[in-house]
């Protein structure tokens, strides 16, 4: 059994930054597919970013590309996504997944991940 939790959400101005990590406990494999979704009210959970197992490439959404920097320490059995240039419109929970995957973890949709921790408010309003 996997245990996932997020920390490090918060309310954060327009342009602000803030860090969210996400520690994993019981088993954590180096080949677990790591990935941060959000979800905003009233819309789908959607895919920020995710690495795929065993170091494979990383993969970033559009509306985060250039400003959103994900990283896993194997060595803490932790993962991190780093948020800078925020906009209101990121306001959401962020929630972090691992999955042992086939492929790339950009094509996996969220049911598919079975391992879920319990999100983190992240809210980016002046």
């Known amino acids: 059994q996997l245990h996932l939790a997020e920390s490090g959400g918060g309310l954060v101005q327009p342009g602000g930054s803030l860090r969210l990590s996400c520690a994993a406990s019981g088993y954590s494999s180096y080949y677990h597919a790591i990935a941060w979704f959000r979800q905003a009210p009233g819309k789908e959970r959607e895919l920020v970013s995710c690495?795929?197992?065993?170091?494979?490439?990383?993969y970033y959404a559009e509306a985060v590309k250039g400003r959103f920097t994900t990283s896993r320490d194997n060595n803490k059995n932790t993962m991190y996504l780093q948020m800078n240039s925020l906009k209101p419109e990121d306001t959401a929970v962020y929630y972090c997944?691992?999955?042992?995957?086939?492929?790339?973890?950009?094509?996996?949709?969220?049911?598919?991940?079975?391992?879920w921790g319990q999100g983190t408010q992240v809210t980016v309003s002046s």
């Open positions: 997944a691992a999955e042992n995957l086939a492929l790339s973890c950009e094509v996996y949709r969220p049911h598919e991940y079975k391992n």
């Open positions: 690495i795929s197992g065993g170091g494979g490439r990383i």
